[in-house]
């Protein structure tokens, strides 16, 4: 009889229970691909009177460390998230030599260095397929089936819950709060969904895949963001009135030595691939020189899809397959290609503007010389008419650019916000065309 690969899982909630039903609901299939049996010994969580229907009651504990230094126990999976006790965990883990799977991109995208040099050290491995767009297999490709490449570029919708927000929004005409509400009820959203609708999610995500793609280590505070938490119906109706879908993306470049990235709502036609992905749904567009681009897609958050991924990374650490990747990978140990950050001053984007102006003679004269003076183009305008015809109406100015410099367009941004006509300050979006 082969030895069981005995597994202590810190965490017993969405993913969790996920990961309880694939690997209780389906042993055989799972015995079977992992060449040996995968036996859930202990669930740590942190109330033990908690519901869980997935989860057998006699093997629920809220002891973390006596679940990780269990001498019967080979790998710990840690779904806690966090990077306090999860931190503390991964490492007491590794030190006790426990392969570690985890589906925690805050952890990893700020902690990854020391993480994976104690890894490293204690010839253990990381596993981490679910941290990034939940059950699609993206870390497997970037780390295997994509090697032959140099990518060149990647762009992605990394965060389940804000474009479920921003299609609930767009399609069934739901209300943000209620939107967010529907995304937190589905399993989608962090335990804190500030970090889901301010675009830190999508930075942690966007923070390992460009390890992983040009071997660069960015921390959030490297990655301009900005999230779907302030954008307002007004804009989503304006953007559709002019052909765009807007998804909150994540993007990274390479300009010669320079890798540009940030995380900003965008607008993309509608007839762009990644505007037509909806819901909780994730994509990834990856552009390598060799193979050209190669578009991923499927569900990126939520039980199953998730737990797809937790399990598939266990599976890996049962036949040995894991290790290997681990051991050639040597992530977050710096960068093989000598690539740096790129300030994003000098990125040249389209930009949607939109600004509140005093319906009078003379105001769209200056906001278009604040633009020429900044050597910004204008492709289009729209002013409809207001609604009220007194001397005090106010009218949304929408602009579409030309091709800019960022630097230019936000100094061009601050004039504007200054001009006497301008009622409330300008909001601005990049464009993808
Ligand atoms: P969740 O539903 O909130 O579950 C967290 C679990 O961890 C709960 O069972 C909780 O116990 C337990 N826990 C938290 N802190 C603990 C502590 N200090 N000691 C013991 N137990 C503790 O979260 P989740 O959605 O499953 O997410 C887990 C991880 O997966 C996070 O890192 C998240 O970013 C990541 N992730 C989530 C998704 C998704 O779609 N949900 C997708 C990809 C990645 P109680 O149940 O008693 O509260
Ligand atoms: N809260 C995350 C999201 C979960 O909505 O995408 C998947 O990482």
Known sequence: MVEPLQLAMLGGGTVGGGVAKILLGHADRITSRAGRPVQLRHVVVRDPAKTRPSIPKEIISTDWKAAVHDPQVHVVVELMGGTTTAKMAVMEALAAGKHVVTANKAL?????????EHARRHERVVAFEASVAGGIPIIGALSQSLTANQVTALQGILNGTSNFILTSMADKGMSYADALKEAQRLGYAEADP???VDGSDAAHKLAILVQLAFGVTATLGDIERQGIDGLSAMDLRFAQELGYTVKLLAEAWLEGKEVALHVAPVLLRHTDMLAQVRGAFNAIQI???AVGEVLFQGPGAGELPTASS???DIIDIAVGR????FAASKLW???PQGFVLRPSQGVKSRFYLRVLVADKPGVLADVARVLADEQISIATVIQHEAQEEHAEAVVPLVIMTHYAETGRFRSALDKLNKLPGVVSPGVSYSVDD
């Not at 894991?322 to 990747?325: D, I, M, N, P």
Request: proline share 0%; hydrophobic share 35%.
């Open 287 to 289: 552009k390598g020189d």
């Open 333 to 335: 140990s710096g960068s």
């Open 194 to 196: 500030t970090l889901d």
């Open 310 to 312: 937790v399990v598939g």
């Open 322 to 325: 894991a290790q290997r990747t």
């Open 108 to 116: 990893l995208a700020e902690h990854g260095a020391e993480i994976f």
